[in-house]
């Protein structure tokens, strides 16, 4: 009886702690895409950990119950917000996040997270925010490669297969990673590999090409459908990287040739089979792009032109066609081993969503600027009309350096945007950056007056919030040497607060 009475009371007292939780509802439109729903999701399991009774509504959007903390996300055609923008405004109890698209709602909820973290569990939302990113693209880099080479195989021959890349099958790892990544506001995932089309996709004229086992391949299409599909959900780029001209293995011993021949021209039967292995890769997979290396097995820089072309391009715009699609998912050209002015001036014409890469300062990280000739070509690049992004490449880039160490980190970030051009840059071959409070910043040139300012990731003027220490930074048309002891505000303003 006494053990029954004081369960009694236990019950009694839940039930009254939790009558006592502050109410929060988060409304969202009838037709809410997968990408706000993901919004309402997320900011549920903040509020949920914070101790908030939270109510989730989809469908009737009215703001009917004054006395309950309510959000309504929605995405809003407002052109005075940037791509992945947002607008939030808070008038008594209503909160609404309103993006230009279903990034932008996926953005302004990590806005009120953030909030809800960094104090102390409080509501504390803005009366009126409005906010974006500066960079296109942002992102990280995942090599599918090895230290070794396979038996039987050349330099960035890689099948994917779980001997190889156990990891690679690890749903719950993935979602942990897509998270962390929409956390620090990046929409672009890149895959490093030299050729994976082999593994991912089956070719009606060329069975015999498939580089795995059925089993694999079974395998390998259910993740790299569950990757591309929950990336997409977070508003995030799934970007595949491959070398030219690189065959399957099997494709090249059934016709007498080489994976890779650096010396050997371009014939109808290679062209054909990889063009048919880029649409087959666009088709069968949503939410994709490509990032393509013309090395290192090309012959002429004529060759680059005409396989970026006639190949590469076409391949993309078959598999638009034969899934119905009119968007262009982002193509990306990287630099390495080619002219990419003399190839980027013939393929501008042909599709737009076009972008340049190339290693910061070669395979160094030991500067806080690029130098030498490596400075012309980030400048050369940023001037072509589309945009040029930065690559911090291999982890030899590391010795001795450490990303904890923020003061190299904001210097080696600044020289990114210092040309004639405004370069917006990103870093997509380390995926584990420091992360804390940022405040921007400004600085004066030591040659001219004119100040510019330092910004990152969704920084908000005047504000501190959770983003990279490694932010961009958009120039003002302002060219010159940077004087740190002539900053109109200390440096460490640009540090990272917390980690």
Known sequence: MKNTKLFMFAACTLFLAACGKQTVKIMTPPDASNRVLFGAEQLQTTLDKAGYQVVMQQGDTTFSDPEIKTILLAEVNDTTLKKEGFHITTTGNLTRVSGRDGSGVIYGCRELIDRVNDSDSKLNFPEELKDGPEMVLRGACVGLQKMTYLPGHGVYEYPYTPESFPWFYDKEQWIKYLDMLVANRMNSLYLWNG???????????YPFALEVDEETFKKNEEMFSFLTEEADKRGIFVIQMFYNIILSKLFAEHYGLRTQDRNRPITPLIADYTRKSIAAFIEKYPNVGLLVCLGEAMCTVEDD?????????????????????????????????????LVMDAALPLYKNLYTMHKYNGESLTTYEPRGPWSKIHTDLSS????????????????????GLSDFVQRRSLPCTMYTVPMRCTFIRRPHIGTGLIRRTNYQTMNVNSSWIATGSGIRPGDAMHGTAIATVQMKWVTGTISWASSTEPLTKMQVISV
């Open 195 to 205: 050729h994976p089309f082999a593994s991912l996709v089956k070719l009606k004229d």
């Open 384 to 403: 072509l009309g589309s945009i040029h992004i930065s690559n911090v490449h291999i982890l030899a880039n590391l010795e001795p350096f450490r990303w």
């Open 305 to 341: 032109v005409e396989w970026f072309t006639k190949t590469i391009i076409p391949g993309v715009k078959d598999g638009l066609q034969a899934f119905g699609r009119t968007d262009e998912p982002p193509l990306l050209l990287r630099a390495h081993d080619t002219d990419c002015k």
